[in-house]
């Protein structure tokens, strides 16, 4: 399932790679594209959206409703 999260607090690669890694740890087979520019993070999974918004705000990152 494709779930698209605006995530504000992005401002590099390494953040970008932070919230990768995040969200892998949840679903290692998650498919995930972040266009920073437009605080846009996509992530093709199966796990709950509860569970993908946890990890990104667990990183540090804010997810906007």
Same mark, same amino acid.
């Given at each position: ?18 919230? @990768?890694?995040? +969200?892998? /740890? %949840? ?9 920073? @520019?437009?605080? +846009?993070? /996509? %992530? ?22």
């Amino acid at each position: 399932m494709n779930q698209n999260f605006t995530v504000t607090g992005m401002t590099c690669g390494h953040c970008e790679k932070a919230v @990768t890694r995040a +969200l892998r /740890q %949840v679903d290692p087979q998650a498919e995930v594209k972040i266009d920073r @520019t437009q605080n +846009l993070v /996509q %992530v093709e999974s199966t796990q709950p959206r509860e569970a993908l918004a946890a990890a990104i705000t667990e990183e540090g990152y804010a997810v906007a409703a």
